[in-house]
C-alpha cells in the first residue's frame, strides 16, 4: 500500500504565499514525477505543476513566475511555494505521485485534497 500525504495552510490572501508540502510512503521502490493539480468549482482538474525525479519542472501558464515546485527525494516528498496569489488560485488542490511499488508495479497515487481559498 502506498499513502500520500498532503499538508499546509488552506487560506491565503490575494498577493500572499502559501506553502504545500506532500509526503508519499509505503510499499515503494521508487518515485518518478511528483505533482500537484488542482479543481476550482466548476472545472476540471488540472495540472499546477509538476518535478521529475531528476528535478525537471513543468508549470501550467497560469502560475509560471508565482509558484515553485521542488521536492526531497530521501523523505519522497513533495513541495508548492505560492506566491503572489490570486484569487482565482482557489480550488482543491491535489498531490499525485507516480510510483514504482513492490505490489502492483508503476501507479499513480494521489492525496486527498485540500481546499486553498485565496481572497481578495
Known amino acids: 500500500q502506498v499513502q500520500v500525504v498532503e499538508a499546509g495552510g488552506g487560506f491565503g490572501q490575494a498577493g500572499g504565499s502559501l506553502r504545500r508540502a506532500c509526503k508519499a510512503s509505503g510499499s515503494i521502490y521508487e518515485i518518478n514525477a511528483m505533482g500537484w493539480y488542482r479543481q476550482a468549482p466548476g472545472n476540471q482538474r488540472e495540472l499546477v505543476a509538476a518535478?521529475?525525479?531528476?528535478?525537471?519542472?513543468n508549470y501550467a501558464d497560469s502560475v509560471k513566475g508565482r509558484f515553485i515546485i521542488s521536492r526531497d527525494n530521501a523523505k519522497n516528498a513533495v513541495y508548492l511555494q505560492m506566491n503572489s496569489l490570486k484569487p482565482e488560485d482557489t480550488g482543491v488542490y491535489y498531490c499525485?505521485?507516480?510510483?514504482?511499488?513492490?505490489?502492483?508495479?508503476?501507479?499513480?497515487?494521489w492525496g486527498k485534497g485540500t481546499l486553498v481559498t485565496v481572497s481578495s
Open positions: 499525485n505521485a507516480d510510483c514504482d511499488t513492490v505490489v502492483v508495479g508503476r501507479k499513480h497515487y
Open positions: 518535478i521529475s525525479s531528476g528535478g525537471s519542472t
